[in-house]
């Protein structure tokens, strides 16, 4: 089981350009979540979904768009990046019944 | 939706003294209350949890406490090792939902 893959792992987006990012998981969870961390505010949930087929906003959900692509796969889209969208990004998902988080390994954007 | 404070932001102890970290929540529904790891340029990992029908928890030189009265609950960490060096994290999540919701972290510094 390679867990929670996320890519890419590093980008440097100028401001307006558009990126997804990529998250799967081989645990076979049904919920995955998108957060940001940025310094001295922990993790804030951008969207979250809790099944294939839905999506929801999560604390801070402006300037961002998600796609649950099937059970295995989770994307997070920036349409027109923001310097404030400069952040380390995390994926992650729930094993049913128990609540544990498993996390991936982030993605550090920086946005010009 | 739910409240989580999270102190000190950042703690500082001699290697074998012990170190206590504190959160508090502000909806009685939670249940969860799972506390995380992250190393520096590393992911969140769970290093223990507890649930609301718990009062306490320990796994070797960890132990969380939980008061649901007084709607906190706290990390121990006892004989301290530099490898204890990390961010810390608390979460708690509702019964009835999918979010989990962060402190804001607490940056353990272990001096050897």
């Known amino acids: 089981n390679a867990g929670v893959t996320q890519t890419p792992k590093f980008q440097v987006l100028k401001t307006g350009q558009s990126m997804t990012l990529q998250c799967a998981q081989d645990m076979n969870h049904n919920s995955m979540y998108w957060y940001r961390q940025d310094p001295g505010m922990g993790l804030r949930l951008i969207y979250y979904?809790?099944?294939?087929?839905?999506?929801d906003k999560g604390e801070v959900p402006n300037g961002y768009n998600v796609s649950r692509l099937n059970k295995r796969e989770f994307s997070l889209r920036l349409e027109s990046a923001a310097p404030s969208q400069t952040s380390v990004y995390f994926c992650a998902s729930i094993s049913p019944g128990k609540n544990i988080q498993y996390f991936g390994a982030g993605t550090r954007l920086s946005v010009l | 939706g739910e409240n989580v404070e999270q102190h000190p932001s950042t703690l500082s102890v001699q290697e074998g003294d012990s170190a206590v970290i504190k959160c508090t929540y502000s909806d009685s529904a939670s249940n969860y209350f799972p506390w995380y790891k992250q190393e520096l340029g590393k992911r969140p990992q769970l290093i223990i949890d507890?649930?609301?029908?718990?009062g306490e928890k320990k796994d070797q030189r960890i132990a969380v406490t939980l008061n649901k009265t007084a709607k906190h609950f706290s990390l121990h960490i006892t004989e301290t090792q530099p490898e204890d060096s990390a961010v810390y994290f608390c979460a708690a999540i509702i019964h009835t939902g999918n979010q989990f919701y962060f402190g804001t972290g607490t940056s353990l510094t272990v001096i050897p």
């Open positions: 979904s809790a099944s294939e087929g839905t999506t």
């Open positions: 507890i649930r609301s029908n718990v």
